[in-house]
């Protein structure tokens, strides 16, 4: 008999919880939700022709991690922590508020070293579409 091979990690992605979600949690759900929303309109949606990926937002201040996965031009949100998102921003929570109200300016945040990301800088660019 070989080596019983190990199973693959889960992700760590969950629906969403029966604990009452904070102020800061639901303040940011609203943000990525309203990011998600833009793809309604054809013209986004369609500049996001066979992009499948997922931006993993940590928010360490609050303790909070949320998903905007990207698939067949739609966007939707998930919670928990996902190892494997191709894109993954740490920001505290204010800021990225700041940056989703379009009151602070995302590249001053990143030269500034505020805004902590990991993964291809051409998905972080991807994002720029939220924030027009």
Known sequence: MGKKQASPKPVATKPASSKQPSAAEQALRQ???KWANVFDKPEVAEQFEGYN????????????????????KKATIAEGLNENAEMS??????IFLGIAKGEIDPMEEFMNGNL??????????KLQVFIE
């Not at 990926?53 to 360490?60: A, D, G």
């Not at 902590?116 to 800088?121: S, V």
């Open 89 to 94: 921003l740490e920001v505290e929570s204010k």
């Open 53 to 72: 990926k997922t931006f993993q937002f940590i928010f360490p201040d609050v303790k909070v991690n949320l998903q905007l996965i990207i698939k067949d």
């Open 31 to 33: 943000a990525l939700q």
């Open 116 to 125: 902590k990301p990991k993964g291809d800088m051409s998905d972080l660019e």
